[in-house]
T-cell receptor, first 112, second 111 residues
Framework: KAGVTQTPRYLIKTRGQQVTLSCSPISGHRSVSWYQQTPGQGLQFLFEYFSETQRNKGNFPGRFSGRQFSNSRSEMNVSTLELGDSALYLC???????????FGSGTRLTVV | LAKTTQPISMDSYEGQEVNITCSHNNIATNDYITWYQQFPSQGPRFIIQGYKTKVTNEVASLFIPADRKSSTLSLPRVSLSDTAVYYCLVGDDTGGFKTIFGAGTRLFVKA
């Protein structure tokens, strides 16, 4: 079956712009989580959505937001981009049970 | 959420068994222990999960002592392709599972 699909794979944005990243989970998976990965901070949890509701949230500013649609697809939005937002953004999906997530290949965002 | 501590890096040779230990002194009753593997420029991949005693699958074994304050991921007969970062996580699904990745252990397998 198809894995977790993230689009786009690469993105270059300018400071101050906003960006929307997309994630299509594995069919039947209702939980979608987002992570930011940077060399300095490692993998950091952004938020998790389950059945269109945000179930958990990490310690990121309000510029980072997300949503989940009725088909479980999810989007993540970052407004007013900063240079420090340059990172690999990973999406993971699961049936909703205890961390057995399947990750996508990520979107590499570069802010210039 | 329980914090985890792992060695930053480990070296091994092909064909050897590798054991990576993770400390989680503040693990809660409902917490499970999960290990992921990550290759460069890829998302992490679920390896194994356990609650107590020993769990084995086709990829690895997970040993968890009775006090559950640590766990050991065992990779039998590693190959060059096992060179990756390995993450240990603890957490539960009460009110939704929140995943905290530590720094991970960078395993380098040499020929």
């Amino acid at each position: 079956k198809a894995g977790v699909t993230q689009t786009p794979r690469y993105l270059i944005k300018t400071r101050g712009q906003q960006v929307t990243l997309s994630c299509s989970p594995i069919s039947g998976h209702r939980s979608v989580s987002w992570y930011q990965q940077t060399p300095g901070q490692g993998l950091q949890f952004l938020f998790e959505y389950f059945s269109e509701t945000q179930r958990n949230k990490g310690n990121f500013p309000g510029r980072f937001s997300g949503r989940q649609f009725s088909n479980s697809r999810s989007e993540m939005n970052v407004s007013t981009l900063e240079l420090g937002d340059s990172a690999l953004y990973l999406c993971a999906s699961s049936l909703g049970d205890r961390g057995k997530d399947t990750f996508g290949s990520g979107t590499r965002l570069t802010v210039v | 959420l329980a914090k985890t501590t792992q060695p930053i890096s480990m070296d091994s040779y092909e064909g050897q068994e590798v054991n990576i230990t993770c400390s989680h002194n503040n693990i809660a009753t409902n917490d499970y222990i999960t290990w992921y593997q990550q290759f460069p420029s890829q998302g992490p991949r679920f390896i194994i999960q356990g609650y107590k005693t020993k769990v084995t699958n086709e990829v690895a074994s997970l040993f968890i002592p009775a006090d559950r304050k640590s766990s050991t991921l065992s990779l039998p007969r590693v190959s060059l392709s096992d060179t990756a970062v390995y993450y240990c996580l603890v957490g539960d699904d009460t009110g939704g599972f929140k995943t905290i990745f530590g720094a991970g252990t960078r395993l380098f397998v040499k020929a």
